[in-house]
């Protein structure tokens, strides 16, 4: 298995700033993952994140609101840019193996936009 | 266009009874079927998974059902305990058009289990 830590675990964010989160895992992996979850809603994959590359965004997100670094293969991160109250959301950063026969996720970062 | 659905928001059931979860998918191409449970405030945990060629899989107190033709699987829980209470999210997996791996979620099922 692998451990992630995900930071802030939630904030609450004015409209018009940016929030950038952060994800560790405690191992190397080639590909990690972020996820959105609206509330009452399922998990959306926002893109993913290969180290060394650019991050490969999914229809409907687009870099420039959702800018992602993934600088080595133990960290990344995911900025929400220009917040609205339209992006309160739980924002999760997963790694998956293989096939994904299994895939693991951080606690997640509840943001609120006021 | 929803690929993974569980059409059911909740479920109540006793404990010590039999809960059953389901799920239900469109796309025929979809290589492993994977279940999580999540709790309020925690990232979802994985729980079990089947891969497209088999049709059960058993971990304990957990199986999952393949039902390949009817596009459908779902996920027992025998003997339900109150510490179940969750809610479970189905899941599938299969290559995308750049040959990465993508999960693709179902809305989830907020199961209750009754002392």
């Known amino acids: 298995s692998a451990v992630i830590s995900q930071k802030p675990s939630r904030d609450i964010c004015q409209r018009g700033t940016s929030l950038t989160i952060q994800c560790q895992v405690d191992?190397?992996?080639?590909?990690m993952f972020w996820y959105r979850q609206q509330p009452g809603q399922s998990l959306t994959l926002i893109a993913t994140a290969n180290q060394g590359s650019e991050a490969t965004y999914e229809s409907g997100f687009v870099i420039d609101k959702f800018p992602i670094s993934r600088p080595n293969l133990t960290f990344s991160t995911l900025t929400v840019s220009n917040m609205s109250p339209e992006d309160s959301s739980i924002y999760l950063c997963s790694v998956g193996r293989g096939e994904f026969t299994e895939a693991f996720f951080g606690q997640g970062t509840r943001l609120t936009v006021v | 266009d929803q690929q993974v659905k569980q059409n059911s928001p909740s479920l109540s059931v006793q404990e010590g009874r039999i809960s059953i979860l389901n799920c239900d998918y469109t796309n025929s191409m979809f290589d492993y079927f994977l279940w999580y449970k999540k709790y309020p405030a925690e990232g979802p945990t994985f729980l079990i998974s089947i891969s497209s060629i088999k049709d059960k899989n058993e971990d304990g107190r957990f199986t999952v059902f393949l039902n390949k033709s009817a596009k459908h699987l779902s996920l027992h829980i025998v003997p339900s305990q109150p510490g179940d209470s969750a809610v479970y999210f189905c899941?599938?997996?299969?290559?995308?058009?750049?040959?990465?791996?993508?999960?693709?979620f179902g809305s989830g099922t907020r199961l209750l289990v009754r002392p």
């Open positions: 899941a599938a997996s299969g290559r995308a058009a750049d040959s990465s791996y993508k999960l693709i």
């Open positions: 191992s190397q992996v080639t590909m």
